[in-house]
């Protein structure tokens, strides 16, 4: 079974913190993807990846950077971490076409404190 | 640019009631359309697609056809569980309109009660 697997379910930092959420696909997909969820916010995109090294920036890129040094792991790094970017995270990844849809991670709960 | 707009809840319904969502968009080219659920604390899980007009996706008793010429995806489920209860995401995608970013809707919490 295919499968985006993101390190951490529920993660606590303190502010100011440097804090690296980590994705990893075994599918082999060019495409990977960032998200942060937020109650009545929806889904909104933080960072793109089409290819290794490749990267654009999403709707919300501010305080954020990501790093895809490998076609499998794409990384999302907060800085300096602030209690506004407590939220529930979202990796997915897919094929370059994406006919066939997006395959989430199970997410992870951050927490800034 | 593409959109998605769905209708907003949360829906509240009882068990064994007929659901409907409804989904339309806007979009460039021929893009694929999905519906994903959220149960609680979980990621995105994709519970149907269509990737032409005309097309009925179909799984776990739920179903959409994509409908060009009103250009709806609206998700409907015969009789709904109390296990149903979650949020769903209409969404679109694969490569419409030049752009490999998928589109979703804001998400519809369901609230089934026994």
């Known amino acids: 079974d295919v499968k985006v697997t993101q390190s951490s379910r529920y993660l606590v930092k303190r502010t100011g913190e440097k804090v690296f959420l980590e994705c990893v696909q075994d599918?082999?997909?060019?495409?990977m993807f960032w998200y942060r969820q937020d109650p009545g916010l929806g889904l909104r995109l933080i960072y793109f990846?089409?290819?290794?090294?490749?990267?654009e920036k999403g709707d919300i890129p501010e305080g954020y950077s990501v790093s895809r040094e490998k076609k499998e792991r794409f990384s999302l790094i907060l800085e300096s971490a602030s209690t506004n970017q407590t939220s529930m995270y979202l990796c997915?990844?897919?094929?370059?076409?994406?006919?066939?849809?997006?395959?989430f991670g199970s997410g992870t709960r951050l927490t800034v404190v | 640019g593409n959109s998605v707009t769905q209708m907003e809840g949360p829906v509240t319904l009882s068990e064994e009631a007929f659901l409907t969502i409804n989904c339309t968009y806007t979009?460039?080219?021929?893009?694929?359309l999905f519906w994903y659920v959220q149960y609680p604390g979980e990621g995105l899980q994709l519970l149907l697609k269509?990737?032409?007009?005309?097309d009925k996706g179909s799984n776990k008793g739920f179903e959409a056809t994509y409908r060009k010429e009103t250009t709806s995806f609206h998700l409907e489920k015969g009789s709904v569980q109390v296990s149903d209860s979650a949020v769903y995401f209409c969404?679109?995608?694969?490569?419409?309109?030049?752009?490999?970013?998928?589109?979703f809707g804001r998400g519809t919490s369901l609230i089934v009660h026994p």
């Open positions: 997915a990844s897919s094929p370059v076409q994406a006919r066939d849809g997006y395959t």
């Open positions: 599918m082999d997909h060019e495409n």
């Open positions: 990846s089409y290819d290794v090294k490749m990267k």
């Open positions: 979009a460039t080219g021929y893009p694929s």
């Open positions: 269509a990737t032409k007009a005309d």
């Open positions: 969404a679109l995608g694969g490569a419409s309109g030049g752009s490999y970013i998928p589109t």
